[in-house]
């Protein structure tokens, strides 16, 4: 099994930065790609970025393009969302998500880290 931890949340003002840590413990052999997903209040959980984790390719949603960064150090078996320019907007619940080899979906899921943009 695949366990995931976060970090780094908290409350910036709008156009702040923050750096969130996802860590990635057990059997991390298997992992083929981990993302970020973020759920605001009274909103569905939506995708904000994903990285595989041996090629290091990325995707991201619209709304990160060009802000967020996502990011990975397959050493200290790590994954990071650095978060620019944030709004009001961005205020959410933030989770990692860990999609295993020979699976079609995200099945791993960390506790959350809330994020709070103060305008």
């Known amino acids: 099994q695949v366990q995931l931890v976060e970090s780094g949340g908290g409350l910036v003002q709008t156009g702040g930065s923050l750096r969130l840590s996802c860590a990635a413990s057990?059997?991390?052999?298997?992992?083929?790609?981990m993302g970020w997903f973020r759920q605001a209040p009274g909103k569905e959980r939506e995708f904000v970025a994903a990285?595989?984790?041996?090629?290091?390719?990325?995707g991201y949603a619209d709304s990160a393009k060009g802000r967020y960064t996502i990011s990975r150090d397959n050493a200290k078996n790590t994954v990071y969302l650095q978060m620019d320019s944030l709004k009001p907007e961005d205020t959410a619940v933030y989770s990692c998500a860990a999609q295993l080899k020979g699976t079609a979906q995200y099945g791993v899921w960390g506790q959350g880290t809330q994020v709070t943009v103060s305008s």
């Open positions: 057990g059997r991390t052999f298997s992992l083929y790609s």
């Open positions: 990285i595989t984790w041996s090629s290091g390719n990325t």
